[in-house]
């Protein structure tokens, strides 16, 4: 199993940025897909991006393609979030996860089995 630790979170203003990255313990890092999923008060955990095992692979909610990017870097043992073109609607905890497959292009919170404590993203207006 892998560990998960996120940071980069903090406040931004709309129209900006922020670059979130996780760390992973365990030696099956590269092993799994890995996935970023967001939290917004009163909502429902929702998807974001998602890479396969190398991160040659990726894909994104509608909702944030094309402003953000996920990549990953496994001899480092980290993946990343890069976000742009920030708004208030993207305000959420954002947790990584490690998929519980080697298979990727799962949007499903059940198919992801290691998950990290989040981090807060707020964007203001």
């Known amino acids: 199993q892998v560990q998960l630790v996120e940071s980069g979170g903090g406040l931004v203003q709309a129209g900006g940025s922020l670059r979130l990255s996780c760390a992973a313990s365990?030696?099956?890092?590269?092993?799994?897909?890995m996935g970023w999923f967001r939290q917004a008060p009163g909502k429902e955990r929702e998807f974001v991006a998602g890479?396969?095992?190398?991160?040659?692979?990726?894909y994104y909610a509608d909702s944030v393609k094309g402003r953000f990017t996920i990549s990953r870097d496994n001899a480092k043992m980290a993946v990343y979030l890069q976000m742009n073109s920030l708004s208030p609607e993207d305000t959420a905890v954002y947790f990584c996860?490690?998929?519980?497959?080697?298979?990727?292009?799962?949007?499903?919170?059940?198919?992801?089995?290691?998950w990290g404590q989040g981090t807060q993203v707020t964007v203001s207006s």
């Open positions: 996860a490690a998929a519980r497959s080697t298979e990727w292009g799962s949007r499903e919170i059940g198919d992801f089995g290691s």
């Open positions: 365990g030696r099956t890092f590269s092993v799994y897909p």
């Open positions: 890479t396969s095992r190398t991160g040659y692979y990726t």
